[in-house]
């Protein structure tokens, strides 16, 4: 079992800069896959990025790269993922979530735990 927390969320202006944190509680950490996946209003939870569970693999969804950074310290349990040059229509709930094994990361029904999620609003 496995329990996740994200914080970092809030309201910044386009161009501006966010780290989303997720801290993660129970065993085994370190043997999860973590990913990053958003929800805006009115539209699917869509995948954002996603870490292997050394985190010598990274992936993320076109729409944030170049702009969003996914890293892990498993020392501490916590998983984040830095945004930066956010835009409008980064404005999401972000959740991140953990799931074992790399493959179909990006399927958000192929992960088992999921945090609360945490609001980022970013205006124009």
Same mark, same amino acid.
Do not use: H
């Given at each position: 079992? @496995?329990?996740? @927390? ?14 989303? $944190? &997720? ?11 973590? %990913? ?6 009115? *539209? ?7 870490? +292997?569970?050394?985190?010598?693999? =990274?992936?993320?969804? /076109? +729409?944030? *790269? ?6 892990? /310290?498993?020392? *501490?349990? =916590? @998983? ?6 956010? *835009? ?7 959740? &991140?979530?953990?799931?074992? %094994?790399? $493959? %179909?990361?990006? /399927?958000?029904? =192929?992960? /088992?735990?999921?945090?609360?999620? #945490?609001?980022? #609003? @970013? $205006? +124009?």
């Amino acid at each position: 079992q @496995v329990q996740l @927390v994200e914080s970092g969320g809030g309201l910044v202006q386009a161009g501006g800069s966010l780290r989303l $944190s &997720c801290a993660a509680s129970g065993r085994s950490f370190s043997s999860y896959t973590m %990913g990053w996946f958003r929800q805006a209003p009115g *539209k699917e939870r869509e995948f954002v990025a996603a870490i +292997s569970w050394k985190g010598g693999r =990274t992936y993320s969804a /076109d +729409s944030v *790269k170049g702009r969003f950074t996914i890293s892990r /310290d498993n020392a *501490k349990n =916590t @998983v984040y993922l830095q945004m930066n040059s956010l *835009k409008p229509e980064d404005t999401a709930v972000y959740y &991140c979530a953990a799931r074992p %094994g790399i $493959s %179909g990361y990006s /399927d958000y029904g =192929t992960y /088992d735990y999921w945090g609360p999620g #945490t609001q980022v #609003t @970013v $205006s +124009s």
